[in-house]
C-alpha cells in the first residue's frame, strides 16, 4: 500500500523555522522525483519544491528561495523541507508529492501556521 506521511507542522513564530519531514513506503522512493506543495486559505495549490531521485538537482518557487531547502535520504526513504526566516505568507497545508511517469501519490498534508 502506497503512503506519503508528512510531519513536522505547526505553529511558529515569523523569522522562525521548521523541518517537514515525508516519510515514503510502498513504492520504488530512489526512482521517484519528489516534490512539496503548499496551498493556504482561499490560494490555489502551488509547487513549493522539487528534487530529482539522487538528490543532485533542486529547484524552487522563487518566493521561497534563499529560504527553504529541499533534500531526500533514499535508504530512509523520506523527503525533507528546511524552512528558514518564516513569513505569515508561508502559512499553508504541505504536501508532499511523488511523481513517475503517470504514477502520482500524495500525502495527507501537515499544517504550517506563521504568526505572531
Known amino acids: 500500500q502506497v503512503q506519503l506521511v508528512e510531519s513536522g507542522g505547526g505553529l511558529v513564530q515569523p523569522g522562525g523555522s521548521l523541518r517537514l519531514s515525508c516519510a515514503a513506503s510502498?513504492?520504488?522512493?530512489?526512482?521517484?522525483?519528489m516534490s512539496w506543495y503548499r496551498q493556504a486559505p482561499g490560494k490555489e495549490r502551488e509547487l513549493v519544491a522539487a528534487i530529482t531521485t539522487a538528490g543532485g538537482s533542486t529547484r524552487y518557487a522563487d518566493s521561497v528561495k534563499g529560504r527553504f531547502t529541499i533534500s531526500r535520504d533514499n535508504a530512509k526513504h523520506t523527503l525533507y523541507l528546511q524552512m528558514n526566516s518564516l513569513k505569515p505568507d508561508d502559512t499553508a497545508v504541505y504536501y508532499c508529492?511523488?511523481?513517475?511517469?503517470?504514477?502520482?501519490?500524495w500525502g495527507q498534508g501537515t499544517q504550517v501556521t506563521v504568526s505572531s
Open positions: 508529492k511523488a511523481l513517475r511517469g503517470d504514477n502520482a501519490y
Open positions: 510502498g513504492f520504488t522512493f530512489s526512482r521517484y522525483p
